[in-house]
């Protein structure tokens, strides 16, 4: 029973490491397989234009590619 009860505890601060790691990334849950978009579907709702917040992220995103392209650019 001793040895069970060490097992539980080592996966379970094992599990709170992982969990508290995935916090502090604050990213989104994303598959290993691509998701919707391998078999090209774009959205996942029907709506024509994608909402404010998505937008929001799609205008952050492309700044942030922007940024790291002329840096890379400069660095050549």
Do not use: H, W
């Amino acid at each position: 029973m001793m040895i069970f009860l060490v097992t539980l505890g080592f996966f379970l601060i094992i599990a709170a490491g992982m969990a508290v790691g995935y916090i502090f990334q604050q990213k989104t849950l994303a598959g290993s397989c691509g998701g919707l978009g391998s078999v090209g579907i774009e959205k996942a709702c029907n709506c024509d234009s994608p909402c404010e917040k998505r937008q929001e992220r799609e205008r952050i995103a492309a700044q942030e590619r922007d940024k790291s392209c002329s840096i890379n650019i400069k660095n050549i």
